[in-house]
């Protein structure tokens, strides 16, 4: 029986401030310009909805342990933001996820996307599982306005994340550090909250040079990054990088691990824009990539690709790939792979404008 549109979309989020919550609302509001009502609901919520898991006439799609409602749900969509890690989330965890993709491709109603081609060969090649479609994440409207007219002053090297291991702004910052004393008038802006705050504000030694933001709303850091000369991350195994997007598009330049999934967001400014360092995260090469990003000029990077209208039509092409009960057909998946997989294949006026 043919697809039709949904009525609406049922969207798992996440942690306030979170990148799964970032997501889940750039794409409601991306469902939302093409005309299709959608909710962003907590994952851990979504097994209490169990009428509407199973109607197949809602799109659902499901992020972080909302995935584990796959085998009770038709026509859902289930979104691996990464790659499990033991190191950072433990066996327990990382069982569990492992279990939840399992879950998610092995339901007749159900499908699995990865955010980056890094997370899907990684899923692939590592975990043996049927990876249906990339969908890259969208970024959030609010990023995409232009800057302000006039704008000269870019006076900071800024991150942007949480405070943990996995991310390493503790190998970052005495990298930051040195290239702040070699450059009269910049700062270093920390935004972001979590457990190793207090090993960085001791690194930071009280320079009042070194601002520590907390955890900012999106409309916060994207004025701050408006005033950034330099973003800096550090995570080699970055799934995708929503941050990158939120920097390259507010002119700042990029500076990253030389892995993850952020190499696929706009291979062809690597050298210019983005500068990378090698994964083996040396305070020596983190500080010479930061050099040559500050030597490139502020420019907004065109990322309209990224835009939540573009990803919720993404969405919806890989919706086409159920029939009318809310049951995956893979050979449908396989006709239709070009326009699943390119965010910018997807012809307009597929569904409503």
């Known amino acids: 029986m043919k697809n039709q549109y949904p009525t609406r979309v049922l969207i798992a989020g996440g942690k306030t401030g979170g990148g799964v919550a970032s997501f889940a609302e750039a794409l409601r509001l991306g469902l939302s310009e093409l005309g299709l009502p959608a909710e962003v609901a907590p994952p851990g919520n979504i097994l209490r909805r169990i009428d509407e898991l199973r109607?197949?006439?809602?799109?659902?799609?499901?992020?972080?342990?909302?995935?584990?409602?796959?085998?009770?749900?038709?026509?859902?969509?289930?979104?691996?933001?990464?790659?499990?890690?033991?190191?950072?989330?433990?066996?327990?965890?990382?069982?569990?996820?492992?279990?939840?993709?399992?879950?998610?491709?092995?339901?007749?109603?159900?499908?699995?996307?990865?955010?980056s081609d890094y997370t899907a060969a990684h899923l692939r090649a590592i975990f043996n599982l049927r990876v249906d479609a990339v969908i890259r994440n969208p970024l959030h409207p609010l990023f995409l306005r232009a800057s302000p007219e006039g704008e000269t002053k870019r006076e900071a090297i800024m991150y942007v994340g949480r405070l943990v291991t996995a991310k390493n702004p503790h190998l970052l910052l005495p990298a930051m550090r040195e290239v702040l004393n070699e450059n009269a008038g910049l700062r270093i802006w920390i935004a972001g909250e979590g457990p190793l705050r207090h090993q960085l504000e001791q690194i930071a030694n009280g320079d009042e040079r070194i601002e520590f933001l907390g955890a900012l709303?999106?409309?916060?850091?994207?004025?701050?990054?408006?005033?950034?000369?330099?973003?800096?991350?550090?995570?080699?195994?970055?799934?995708?990088?929503?941050?990158?997007?939120?920097?390259?598009?507010?002119?700042?330049?990029?500076?990253?691990?030389?892995?993850?999934?952020?190499?696929?967001?706009?291979?062809?400014?690597?050298g210019g824009r983005i500068q990378l360092f090698p994964a083996s995260m040396s305070r020596r090469e983190i500080a010479s990539a930061i050099r040559r990003a500050l030597l490139s000029s502020p420019k907004a990077v065109d990322l309209t690709d990224y835009s939540a209208r573009a990803v919720a039509r993404a969405y919806l092409s890989a919706d086409a790939c159920f029939d009318a009960e809310g049951i995956f057909h893979v050979e449908r998946h396989d006709e239709n792979r070009r326009e699943v997989c390119t965010v910018a294949g997807l012809a307009d006026g597929a569904y409503p404008q």
Request: charged share 15%; proline share 7%; with cysteine.
């Open 55 to 115: 109607d197949p006439a809602i799109l659902k799609i499901l992020s972080l342990s909302a995935v584990f409602a796959a085998p009770a749900a038709r026509r859902a969509i289930c979104v691996s933001h990464g790659v499990p890690c033991v190191a950072y989330q433990g066996w327990r965890t990382w069982f569990a996820i492992l279990a939840s993709y399992r879950m998610a491709t092995a339901g007749k109603g159900t499908q699995l996307v990865a955010v």
């Open 217 to 270: 709303q999106p409309r916060e850091v994207c004025r701050r990054l408006q005033q950034a000369r330099v973003f800096v991350s550090g995570s080699p195994t970055e799934p995708f990088g929503i941050t990158y997007l939120e920097a390259l598009s507010q002119g700042c330049a990029v500076v990253m691990p030389a892995s993850g999934g952020g190499l696929e967001i706009a291979p062809e400014q690597i």
